[in-house]
């Protein structure tokens, strides 16, 4: 059995096959990645839209309620 010539000038070249495959195959686990990096920023982002209305909605009740209570204390006087 005589092992098989490789022509180092064609693309035939397994190690070569073998490695651009697993390049390949890394740079769909690569993307996979950023896009969960991207979704997390997002949904970060999101929550922290979230929070920011939350907090001024609840500083206007807290406004609110300090106006009647001023406007309350200011009527007893």
Do not use: C, K
């Not at 979704?39 to 500083?59: I, S």
């Amino acid at each position: 059995m005589n092992p098989t010539v490789i022509d180092p000038t064609t693309d035939t070249d397994p190690m070569t096959a073998i490695l651009s495959n697993g390049s390949q195959s890394m740079l769909i686990y690569e993307n996979l990645a950023r896009e969960r990096m991207r979704e997390a920023e997002q949904a970060a982002d999101h929550a922290r839209l979230v929070r920011r209305l939350n907090t001024a909605r609840r500083w206007e009740r807290f406004s609110a309620w300090a106006a009647r209570r001023a406007q309350r204390a200011s009527d007893l006087l």
